[in-house]
């Protein structure tokens, strides 16, 4: 065997070998409870058993919301709601659902990763296709390294959200460079850029790059390595969270690691 030939053989295996943990990690890990949804609300929430539901760890494009606030939609959101719709309705609008460390939100939906009858996890399902980012969330942690992974599928083959972003830079959706932010550019999203100072204050960690300012909450420090912070200076990241103008410059708040793409589960920076 040349040296050529076992070098392929052992990328080949450890990317095989990768695919598994990921597939593995996308299994329920315990029993399901088997009920009916009504329909979808967008592409990351739904309707169970006459109660609202919002998927775990993943984030659709926002439809548009014209009562009470008057909240432009994302690009894609009516695509991304129809995809839900389409999966559930040719699924006879059954699925399994798995709970996490908690079930309820902050707004009284049911916090749900959702299973079909052949095993199909449904949130690394609309991230596969394209129409939704992996949202990393403190509590709820289970099957992030899959979504992160059926993210990366989408990112890679460009699939919706990431034609979009190819195609539309301008938009500043889903990602957006950090020099280039808008005061209109809130709302969640991936922004890219470098890092330029890590330091702590009495209330925050602080990692601020060009125009943006990334603030870690004391109360969440405990999940953080500090020194794996300050390692990231001078080096490009993605940050991916809620991010809100103030005084002149983009700030997002973020409760754990996986927010960052050089701490998460992949720990490898995607393309475009």
């Not at 539309?168 to 550019?185: G, V, Y």
Request: hydrophobic letters at 40%.
């Amino acid at each position: 065997m040349t040296i050529h030939t076992f070098c392929r053989l052992a990328a080949f295996s450890l990317l095989f070998a990768a695919s598994n943990l990921w597939a593995d990690d996308c299994a329920p890990t315990k029993e399901l409870t088997w009920v009916k949804a009504t329909y979808a609300t967008s592409g990351d929430s739904l309707v169970i058993q006459g109660q609202r539901a919002r998927l775990i760890g993943i984030k659709a494009p926002q439809i548009p919301r014209t009562y009470k606030f008057n909240t432009p939609g994302q690009p894609l959101a009516k695509e991304a709601q129809t995809f839900l719709n389409k999966l559930l309705a040719n699924n006879q609008l059954e699925v399994g659902v798995e709970y996490d460390q908690e079930s309820v939100d902050n707004r009284g939906r049911q916090m749900v990763h959702l299973f079909l009858r052949d095993g199909t996890n449904i949130n690394a399902e609309i991230l596969k296709s394209g129409f939704a980012l992996a949202q990393p969330e403190a509590v709820n942690s289970l099957h992030q390294q899959c979504y992160f992974a059926a993210e990366k599928v989408a990112r890679d083959n460009r699939y919706q959200l990431w034609d979009l972003a190819q195609k539309n830079p301008e938009l500043h959706f889903p990602i957006a460079n950090s020099s280039e932010l808008r005061k209109d550019d809130d709302g969640w999203r991936i922004i890219r850029g470098k890092v330029e100072k890590v330091e702590a204050s009495s209330t925050y960690y602080i990692v601020n790059l060009d125009t943006t300012g990334i603030r870690i909450p004391k109360e969440r420090w405990s999940a953080f390595d500090f020194n794996a912070l300050q390692k990231l200076t001078g080096r490009v990241i993605e940050t991916r969270g809620l991010a809100y103008f103030y005084k002149g410059n983009m700030f997002m708040v973020i409760d754990t690691p996986n927010a960052i793409d050089l701490l998460n589960p992949l720990h490898t920076p995607a393309t475009p």
